[in-house]
């Protein structure tokens, strides 16, 4: 069980560019965060950040889990569900073999046919990914998340690519995680849907 | 083999087997060359077998860094590293399964169809014999400092060519020792050579794994 996801003073610099500075957020259990901000302000950096990719400039992000809080990177990254913007799929890969292979190196036992048939993806299932249009490898994408089973989710411009459908169960899978108990932070330019609260970057 | 381990494992062979992949395509260089070579120097016979060891093991290397500047790009370029490093692996564990990834789809491959290639070059049977194992105990070393190379290179865009320029020189002893066992051999003298070998692989084996998850770390920082 996830408790709280906190952001104290943290900065990020991409080469001599200072991005964001004293930036403090929380959000707690069940709970939805927006990223909102222009092109180039921080957003992706900002999820990199929080997946432990990228070391803070200064600052610390941690996350508190029921029994332990957690701030080193690699750590916390145990407990992240991505979503990129650059799909993760492999084009020789049938979408069925790409999201056992995820199930597996994540090493969850899920119902995988439950989420592609979520994502209307039953269909593709022995179809290999490079026949996937944007939007389907998407959904390929959310399905990967559903998966997971992973309390934080990152997710960068979930709705991008996805016709309206798709966006309307992007926004169901967000809201069901979070009723669940999980958190999602996402960089997102498109209106949500839900109830969200939204930090904005780089207004300062 | 279902494990995290296992499965990046198997993915990353299933991809080499597949079209495109990169096992055939090693296999089918390391053959042409051994093919073309005959052509340039002439046909005798005592010459080749001469140099056969050298052209064999300087072959099989290049074949093997054929596919190497792939092991990590191609997961890095696609975002498929991302989620694999928020997998339950640590990032050694996943440099590991990388590196015998290569080494059974290239390495390995090449060292069975080295023996066919001896024939070309009338490589006595107590030679092609010696030359299968020098292949065997070596070309782990190849895949294993490679990977670091792979790790180094993984973000520049024509890695590719970079990456043989930084790990060929660190190949220099395996080639040396490597061909030197098969020379032993020939000329019945006692062989140190693969002991070496095998203990440049088991060191390069067991180093590269952290050095390559430090290349990893950087590069999904950068």
């Not at chain 1, 020789?92 to 090493?107: D, K, M, R, T």
């Not at chain 2, 093919?35 to 002439?42: F, R, Y």
């Not at chain 2, 991302?82 to 080494?103: G, M, N, R, T, Y």
């Not at chain 2, 060929?168 to 050579?193: Q, R």
């Amino acid at each position: 069980m996830i408790l709280s996801l906190t952001a104290e003073k943290l900065a990020c610099t991409r080469g001599d560019r200072r991005l964001f500075a004293d930036l403090d957020f929380q959000v707690g259990a069940g709970e939805a965060l927006v990223i909102e901000g222009a092109n180039g302000v921080g957003k992706t950096s900002l999820l990199r950040l929080i997946a432990g990719f990228l070391p803070p400039a200064a600052g610390r992000v941690v996350i508190v889990m029921s029994e332990t809080a957690i701030s080193e990177g690699e750590e916390r990254g145990r407990h992240v569900g991505w979503l990129g913007h650059q799909d993760g799929i492999k084009p020789q890969l049938s979408v069925g073999e790409q999201l056992e292979f995820f199930a597996n190196l994540y090493g969850v036992r899920s119902a995988l046919n439950g989420a592609l048939e979520r994502m209307g993806l039953s269909r593709q299932r022995l179809l290999p990914c490079r026949y996937l249009s944007a939007g389907q490898k998407k959904r390929l994408g959310l399905a990967r998340l559903m998966v997971s089973k992973r309390p934080l989710w990152l997710l960068d411009e979930p709705f991008a690519a996805l016709d309206s459908a798709g966006r309307f169960l992007a926004a169901e899978l967000m809201q069901a995680h979070c009723a669940s108990g999980g958190i999602v932070v996402a960089a997102s330019h498109d209106p949500f849907g839900f109830k969200a609260r939204s930090l904005r970057l780089g207004a300062s | 083999m279902s494990g995290p381990f296992a499965s990046l494992l198997m993915r990353d062979l299933r991809l080499a087997a597949r079209s495109g992949g990169s096992a055939a395509l090693a296999l089918a260089f390391f053959a042409l060359m051994a093919t073309l070579v005959p052509l340039g120097v002439g046909a005798d016979l005592r010459l080749l077998a001469r140099v056969a060891a050298g052209v064999l093991w300087v072959g099989a290397v290049l074949a093997a860094l054929l596919s190497l500047d792939r092991l990590f790009q191609g997961d890095f370029d696609d975002g498929s590293l991302d989620l694999i490093a928020l997998s339950p692996l640590s990032l050694e564990q996943v440099a590991l399964a990388k590196f015998l990834a290569h080494w059974l789809s290239t390495g390995l491959p090449l060292t069975l169809l080295s023996p066919v290639l001896a024939l070309l070059f009338g490589l006595p049977g107590n030679g092609a014999v010696m030359l299968v194992i020098s292949l065997l105990l070596g070309t782990p070393a190849v895949s294993a400092i490679g990977a670091i190379g792979a790790g180094l290179t993984l973000s520049l865009k024509r890695g590719g060519l970079i990456l043989p320029l930084l790990i060929l020189p660190l190949l220099a002893p395996v080639v040396i020792f490597g061909a030197g066992a098969v020379s032993a051999a020939l000329n019945g003298l006692a062989n140190g050579a693969l002991g070496l070998l095998g203990a440049l692989s088991l060191a390069a084996g067991l180093l590269s794994p952290f050095v390559t998850a430090a290349c990893v770390r950087l590069n999904l920082a950068g």
